[in-house]
């Protein structure tokens, strides 16, 4: 088997918040927290044939999730349960917006952080939250 294969294991579903409210659906091979920019591409678009780079300079936050599909009528709880590990924490966007959840590597000078949602029920199973946008961080 070819090693440049990706396996679909090596694929995120995102959802990409952009600072001036957009969102946009799709698979990034490429995002890491430590570079400037990343790729999506269309869930169809195996091949990543036309996919677009996205500056994390115009991100609120990148929503990893479990499907695109989700739910918009079911509202997540912010209650954090006993023993779920890491700092507890609720973030405050500039637009308003507020999650809740744990993190283990806040850092307010590095380009952003993971938040792991405090309602296992959510779409998302991590978000990485861009700092440069967030209003408040409150350890809870």
Do not use: H
């Given at each position: 088997m070819p090693t440049d294969v990706l396996t679909p294991a090596a694929v995120?579903?995102?959802?990409?918040?952009?600072?001036?409210?957009?969102?946009?659906?799709?698979?990034?091979?490429?995002?890491?927290?430590?570079?400037?920019?990343?790729?999506?591409?269309a869930e169809s678009d195996?091949?990543?044939?036309?996919?677009?780079?996205?500056?994390?300079?115009?991100?609120?936050?990148?929503?990893?999730?479990?499907?695109?599909?989700?739910?918009?009528?079911y509202r997540e709880s912010k209650v954090i349960p006993l023993g779920k590990p890491g700092k507890k924490v609720e973030i405050t966007f500039s637009d308003g917006e507020k999650i809740a959840g744990t993190t283990q590597a806040y850092n307010p000078a590095a380009l952003g952080f993971f938040v792991y949602p405090a309602d296992a029920k959510s779409n998302s199973l991590r978000i990485f939250v861009v700092n440069w946008n967030v209003r408040d961080v409150k350890f809870l």
């Amino acid at each position: 088997m070819p090693t440049d294969v990706l396996t679909p294991a090596a694929v995120n579903k995102v959802v990409v918040a952009f600072l001036d409210g957009r969102r946009q659906r799709g698979c990034s091979y490429d995002f890491s927290p430590l570079k400037e920019t990343f790729r999506v591409s269309a869930e169809s678009d195996a091949m990543q044939a036309k996919s677009a780079e996205v500056s994390m300079k115009t991100l609120k936050a990148v929503f990893f999730v479990k499907d695109f599909r989700g739910n918009s009528k079911y509202r997540e709880s912010k209650v954090i349960p006993l023993g779920k590990p890491g700092k507890k924490v609720e973030i405050t966007f500039s637009d308003g917006e507020k999650i809740a959840g744990t993190t283990q590597a806040y850092n307010p000078a590095a380009l952003g952080f993971f938040v792991y949602p405090a309602d296992a029920k959510s779409n998302s199973l991590r978000i990485f939250v861009v700092n440069w946008n967030v209003r408040d961080v409150k350890f809870l």
